[in-house]
């Protein structure tokens, strides 16, 4: 028992900071931690929390400008930090397996990933060039990786995200290292594959024994697969404990805030569903757009002729006023494709967009610019969507200026009325982009859609960008705004958690088809379609909502 | 945090503010000329065509700082006075090339397809052949002079011009802002001038301010075989080059406007590296 006394990584009064030309930067300050032997810990965080920093201190890989300025960090008995380079670089993969963020920048794309995983196996000296080669493959079978003797023979760009994820599972856990730590091993995928790749994970770590520190910025995930939790803010731990009792009863403010601003974790919905009947009566005479069989297809690479990628299969649905309209899906689904055909970004290959009666699909010219006041758009990245050098000032005023619309006075004051109802003060009019956080330049994307007064905004992705917590602002604005304006969404997104908040009516969609629409409610509830039932299963923290 | 990293940090942190002492001098040189090119009455009173036939050949001294040529007149002067014009014929050479090769990179950026294959094939032809090839050819069929040098070292830029600003724009009109700006209704020239054109320069304009190093040194070339101002006008590179028959006996002829020319050179290249951001980074 004695053992099991002693945590297997305990990290004391741990501070880490960067060099910048303005002097020290403190990135972690003084972080307890301490994970037992098999036990699984999250260290929950928004961005800029320093939850990445911590794991890589703890396996003595900052990057550059990065040093420990004060703490201890154990592992196993040893003190980490008094450990020469060399005697670290023993201890990675064999004692501490590492999975990094991104599975597509993380292999090396000229070796092939059977090599890359024997690799480990030979620089720790367990195994010889022949036999490490027959047990790379058996490591893939482990890590789940389907026709592993097939996969090992294959470089990195021939695999999808959550393949080449598996691929890093397999090369953290080669040497069978006692503690995993995973610095956002799913982030970058979807969710149904987040699951897939979190349960196997999961299966992994209790077979071998390993203890697992989950780093993460989604609580739902954290709740879902830990058994302790560990809130990070600015640097340092707010609150720790068992997942229920951060999720149930959390202490701190911050997590409080973080809790009730999880997408994943809140049921309540931000906007009422229609119920079936109110919907059936004004059928038809109340529908602003209508897509009606909508095909999209890419050309085949290197052949002028031919069917290439069908992005878009016969895609038929309506959104009324003052509605929205979620489109749910994964990466390849078509639901950009789609927005961007309605947004008339792109030119379907079949199929007619009705706007308000109006047949939009050929629109040219001078019709399509009057059709650009009623039709806007938000794009996803509010880090790149607005101009660099230009000021809030001129990005919000620059339809106004397009379409000649009031003199300078009006266009000020009305600037200062969106501004006012995206809730930015109008002191940021003369800042740049730059100089704002991801809200609120996502508030000015917004505020720039919205100052035409168009009739409907195509919504692209619009908080996956952002943080949790500002994520749950922006979804309350875009309510907000719809029912002081009336303004109807096209919602494009890939998170069923997000969609289930602010939509009334939702779609799935799967390999460029639409296998259900309904009231969001009853999608949730009652799916018809098996793959509707799995997507909403991939929601994180509904395990641990359930229990 | 111990005393040793606050240390460290602060004088690092010093060191950065502190100006690198190449970058001051370089600049003082470049001041320097830049004031002979539009004042040279300020640092000689002497006529540079007036002849001496007494004092011919005259090593430097302080009467004559860089000596005195074939014909008596004062070498320190001349170069002086020929500094207006070198530098203001490498400057409309420069402009010319980035004037064309903007215009041309932007319509190639924009237009794409037929039009983009041809001109840049057209740049592709001109980047093929030497610069100084093509500066000689140009100027034999326009003749000689000041602004037909220009023109000749112009042309050689133009290429590099058009293929730099038609990268940054194709990078540029990808951008997501550019998007916005079509989705809310702006034209398209206006998105062009509005969007596209300032966030596509600053590369265009770094790589100008490189440029005009070289140009200069193009300038100077054509003046050294001949092509440039006809003499007796005191221009550098002719400096250079008619010195050269006295070289044997009067060494300073060729070799103080030749180092002129070298000083300003290497102080407008340094000057250029510090614009385009020594670390890498952009000039906003």
């Given at each position: 028992?004695?053992l099991?006394d002693q945590p297997l990584l305990e990290v004391q009064g741990l501070?880490?900071?960067?060099?910048?030309?303005?002097?020290?930067?403190?990135?972690?300050?003084?972080v307890d931690l301490h994970v037992a032997a098999?036990?699984?810990?999250?260290?929950?965080?928004?961005?800029?929390?320093?939850?990445?920093?911590?794991?890589?201190a703890l396996i003595g890989?900052?990057?550059?400008?990065?040093?420990r300025?004060?703490g201890s960090i154990r592992f196993d008995g040893a003190d980490l930090t008094a450990l020469?380079?060399?005697?670290l670089?023993?201890l990675?993969?064999?004692g501490i397996?590492?999975?990094?963020?991104?599975?597509?920048?993380?292999?090396?794309?000229?070796?092939?990933?059977?090599?890359?995983?024997?690799?480990?196996?030979?620089?720790?000296?367990?195994?010889?060039?022949?036999?490490?080669?027959?047990?790379?493959?058996?490591?893939?079978?482990?890590?789940?990786?389907?026709?592993?003797?097939?996969?090992?023979?294959?470089?990195?760009?021939?695999?999808?995200?959550?393949?080449?994820?598996?691929?890093?599972?397999?090369?953290?856990?080669?040497?069978?290292?006692r503690l995993?730590?995973?610095?956002?091993?799913?982030?970058?995928?979807?969710?149904?594959?987040?699951?897939?790749?979190?349960?196997?994970?999961?299966?992994?770590?209790?077979?071998?024994?390993?203890a697992?520190?989950?780093?993460?910025?989604?609580?739902?995930?954290?709740?879902?697969?830990?058994?302790?939790?560990?809130?990070?803010?600015?640097?340092?731990?707010?609150?720790?404990?068992?997942?229920?009792?951060?999720?149930?009863?959390?202490?701190?403010?911050?997590?409080?805030?973080?809790?009730?601003?999880?997408?994943?974790?809140?049921?309540?919905?931000?906007?009422?569903?229609?119920?079936?009947?109110?919907?059936?009566?004004?059928?038809?005479?109340?529908?602003?757009?209508?897509?009606?069989?909508?095909?999209?297809?890419?050309?085949?690479?290197?052949?002028?002729?031919?069917?290439?990628?069908?992005?878009?299969?016969?895609?038929?649905?309506?959104?009324?006023?003052?509605?929205?309209?979620?489109?749910?899906?994964?990466?390849?689904?078509?639901?950009?494709?789609?927005?961007?055909?309605?947004?008339?970004?792109?030119?379907?290959?079949?199929?007619?967009?009705?706007?308000?009666?109006?047949?939009?699909?050929?629109?040219?010219?001078?019709?399509?610019?009057?059709?650009?006041?009623?039709?806007?758009?938000?794009?996803?990245?509010?880090?790149?969507?607005?101009?660099?050098?230009?000021?809030?000032?001129?990005?919000?005023?620059?339809?106004?200026?397009?379409?000649?619309?009031?003199?300078?006075?009006?266009?000020?004051?009305?600037?200062?009325?969106?501004?006012?109802?995206?809730?930015?003060?109008?002191?940021?009019?003369?800042?740049?982009?730059?100089?704002?956080?991801?809200?609120?330049?996502?508030?000015?994307?917004?505020?720039?859609?919205?100052?035409?007064?168009?009739?409907?905004?195509?919504?692209?992705?619009?908080?996956?960008?952002?943080?949790?917590?500002?994520?749950?602002?922006?979804?309350?604005?875009?309510?907000?705004?719809?029912?002081?304006?009336?303004?109807?969404?096209?919602?494009?997104?890939?998170?069923?958690?997000?969609?289930?908040?602010?939509?009334?009516?939702?779609?799935?969609?799967?390999?460029?088809?639409?296998?259900?629409?309904?009231?969001?409610?009853?999608?949730?509830?009652?799916?018809?379609?098996?793959?509707?039932?799995?997507?909403?299963?991939?929601?994180?923290?509904?395990?641990?909502?359930?229990? | 945090?111990?005393?040793?990293?606050?240390?460290?940090?602060?004088?690092?942190?010093?060191?950065?503010?502190?100006?690198?002492?190449?970058?001051?001098?370089?600049?003082?040189?470049?001041?320097?000329?830049?004031?002979?090119?539009?004042?040279?009455?300020?640092?000689?009173?002497?006529?540079?065509?007036?002849?001496?036939?007494?004092?011919?050949?005259?090593?430097?001294?302080?009467?004559?700082?860089?000596?005195?040529?074939?014909?008596?007149?004062?070498?320190?002067?001349?170069?002086?006075?020929?500094?207006?014009?070198?530098?203001?014929?490498?400057?409309?050479?420069?402009?010319?090339?980035?004037?064309?090769?903007?215009?041309?990179?932007?319509?190639?950026?924009?237009?794409?397809?037929?039009?983009?294959?041809?001109?840049?094939?057209?740049?592709?032809?001109?980047?093929?052949?030497?610069?100084?090839?093509?500066?000689?050819?140009?100027?034999?069929?326009?003749?000689?002079?000041?602004?037909?040098?220009?023109?000749?070292?112009?042309?050689?830029?133009?290429?590099?011009?058009?293929?730099?600003?038609?990268?940054?724009?194709?990078?540029?009109?990808?951008?997501?802002?550019?998007?916005?700006?079509?989705?809310?209704?702006?034209?398209?020239?206006?998105?062009?001038?509005?969007?596209?054109?300032?966030?596509?320069?600053?590369?265009?304009?770094?790589?100008?301010?490189?440029?005009?190093?070289?140009?200069?040194?193009?300038?100077?070339?054509?003046?050294?075989?001949?092509?440039?101002?006809?003499?007796?006008?005191?221009?550098?590179?002719?400096?250079?080059?008619?010195?050269?028959?006295?070289?044997?006996?009067?060494?300073?002829?060729?070799?103080?406007?030749?180092?002129?020319?070298?000083?300003?050179?290497?102080?407008?290249?340094?000057?250029?590296?510090?614009?385009?951001?020594?670390?890498?980074?952009?000039?906003?």
């Amino acid at each position: 028992m004695t053992l099991l006394d002693q945590p297997l990584l305990e990290v004391q009064g741990l501070s880490v900071c960067y060099r910048t030309p303005r002097g020290a930067r403190r990135a972690v300050r003084g972080v307890d931690l301490h994970v037992a032997a098999g036990e699984t810990v999250a260290v929950v965080g928004e961005s800029g929390s320093g939850k990445s920093t911590l794991a890589h201190a703890l396996i003595g890989l900052l990057p550059n400008g990065g040093y420990r300025e004060t703490g201890s960090i154990r592992f196993d008995g040893a003190d980490l930090t008094a450990l020469s380079e060399r005697e670290l670089r023993a201890l990675r993969g064999a004692g501490i397996g590492f999975i990094p963020q991104d599975p597509s920048a993380s292999l090396n794309p000229v070796r092939r990933v059977g090599h890359q995983v024997a690799e480990v196996l030979r620089i720790h000296g367990r195994i010889d060039r022949r036999t490490a080669a027959a047990r790379a493959v058996e490591l893939l079978d482990q890590a789940g990786v389907s026709d592993p003797s097939l996969r090992a023979g294959q470089y990195p760009h021939e695999l999808s995200g959550g393949l080449r994820q598996r691929v890093l599972i397999a090369i953290a856990l080669a040497a069978a290292p006692r503690l995993i730590i995973a610095d956002e091993p799913t982030s970058a995928l979807d969710v149904t594959v987040q699951r897939r790749i979190l349960d196997h994970l999961e299966k992994l770590t209790h077979e071998t024994g390993a203890a697992l520190l989950l780093i993460t910025h989604d609580l739902g995930v954290a709740a879902d697969r830990a058994q302790r939790v560990v809130v990070m803010s600015g640097g340092a731990v707010v609150e720790s404990g068992t997942s229920r009792q951060v999720l149930l009863e959390p202490v701190h403010s911050y997590s409080r805030h973080l809790v009730a601003s999880a997408p994943s974790l809140t049921t309540r919905p931000l906007v009422t569903c229609p119920s079936a009947a109110e919907r059936s009566d004004g059928e038809s005479g109340d529908d602003l757009l209508v897509a009606d069989n909508l095909v999209h297809e890419y050309p085949a690479p290197g052949r002028r002729s031919g069917v290439g990628l069908r992005a878009v299969d016969a895609v038929s649905f309506r959104i009324s006023r003052g509605e929205t309209f979620a489109l749910v899906g994964e990466s390849g689904s078509g639901k950009t494709s789609i927005a961007r055909i309605v947004g008339r970004l792109l030119d379907p290959t079949r199929g007619r967009v009705l706007f308000d009666g109006k047949d939009i699909t050929a629109a040219r010219g001078g019709e399509l610019r009057a059709l650009r006041r009623r039709i806007q758009f938000v794009q996803q990245n509010p880090y790149t969507s607005l101009d660099p050098r230009q000021s809030v000032e001129q990005i919000v005023t620059e339809p106004l200026r397009a379409f000649r619309l009031g003199d300078r006075q009006d266009r000020a004051a009305r600037v200062r009325t969106l501004l006012d109802q995206v809730a930015l003060p109008a002191a940021l009019l003369r800042r740049r982009p730059s100089e704002l956080s991801g809200g609120q330049r996502q508030r000015v994307a917004i505020a720039r859609a919205l100052v035409l007064s168009p009739d409907l905004v195509v919504c692209d992705e619009p908080v996956s960008a952002l943080d949790a917590s500002v994520q749950a602002q922006i979804l309350e604005l875009l309510v907000t705004l719809q029912d002081e304006l009336g303004v109807s969404y096209l919602f494009i997104s890939h998170d069923l958690a997000v969609v289930r908040q602010i939509a009334h009516r939702t779609g799935v969609l799967r390999a460029g088809r639409l296998l259900e629409a309904g009231a969001t409610q009853e999608i949730l509830t009652s799916p018809a379609n098996a793959y509707t039932k799995e997507l909403i299963d991939a929601i994180p923290g509904s395990r641990a909502l359930s229990d | 945090m111990s005393a040793v990293d606050t240390a460290d940090i602060a004088s690092a942190a010093r060191t950065r503010k502190r100006y690198a002492p190449g970058l001051v001098l370089s600049a003082a040189v470049l001041v320097l000329i830049l004031t002979a090119a539009i004042a040279p009455g300020l640092f000689t009173r002497q006529d540079p065509l007036a002849a001496d036939p007494i004092h011919r050949l005259e090593p430097p001294s302080r009467a004559h700082l860089f000596g005195t040529d074939e014909l008596g007149r004062d070498l320190y002067c001349r170069v002086l006075h020929g500094a207006a014009l070198s530098l203001s014929t490498a400057g409309i050479a420069l402009a010319i090339g980035l004037l064309c090769g903007t215009l041309l990179g932007l319509i190639a950026g924009t237009a794409r397809g037929r039009v983009d294959d041809l001109l840049m094939r057209a740049t592709d032809v001109l980047l093929a052949i030497p610069s100084l090839l093509v500066s000689l050819a140009v100027v034999t069929a326009l003749g000689f002079g000041a602004t037909k040098t220009a023109v000749a070292v112009g042309v050689t830029g133009i290429a590099s011009f058009a293929r730099i600003t038609r990268a940054e724009v194709l990078r540029v009109s990808v951008a997501p802002y550019v998007e916005a700006a079509h989705v809310v209704g702006v034209r398209r020239p206006t998105v062009l001038m509005r969007h596209v054109l300032p966030n596509a320069w600053a590369p265009v304009l770094g790589f100008a301010a490189v440029s005009f190093g070289a140009s200069l040194l193009a300038v100077s070339t054509l003046g050294f075989l001949g092509y440039g101002t006809p003499p007796p006008t005191p221009e550098w590179g002719s400096l250079v080059a008619s010195g050269r028959s006295y070289f044997a006996e009067a060494w300073w002829l060729s070799t103080l406007p030749g180092l002129t020319i070298v000083a300003t050179v290497l102080a407008a290249n340094r000057i250029a590296r510090a614009l385009h951001g020594e670390d890498g980074r952009l000039p906003r």
